[in-house]
């Protein structure tokens, strides 16, 4: 007999902590977004940076220690690579576009 109730591998509740690792050597960038992203999901989320915004970081490195809905974990890992990589694109953009532009006045 078929049945209307969702199928969850988790209940909605079930918490846990998570760890940012950097994946490689490089400058940290984009930790506010981030936690903006996953407290959104979740406003109960426990967010501790360890790291700030533009050190060096080198392969391994924890950045954020977080806890939080497995939810949200799993729906914010992905929602905030979205906004890095587009980030990353608009700047991209930015650095192949001539600049200073000069308007001239009629």
Not at 36 to 52: A, E, I, R
Not at 81 to 91: H, T, V
Request: hydrophobic letters at 40%; glycine letters at 6%.
């Amino acid at each position: 007999m078929a049945t209307s109730q969702p199928i969850t591998l988790f209940p909605a509740e079930t918490r846990r902590k998570a760890k940012m690792v950097a994946k490689a050597d490089g400058v940290v960038a984009g930790l506010p977004v981030a936690e903006m992203v996953f407290k959104s999901l979740d406003p109960k989320m426990v967010w501790n940076v360890l790291t700030t915004e533009g050190s060096k970081v080198k392969k391994g490195d924890v950045l954020v220690e977080f806890e939080g809905t497995y939810r949200a974990l799993l729906t914010g890992e992905r929602t905030a690579l979205n906004f890095y990589s587009a980030c990353r694109e608009l700047q991209r953009c930015r650095l192949n576009m001539p600049m200073p532009l000069n308007i001239l006045k009629p």
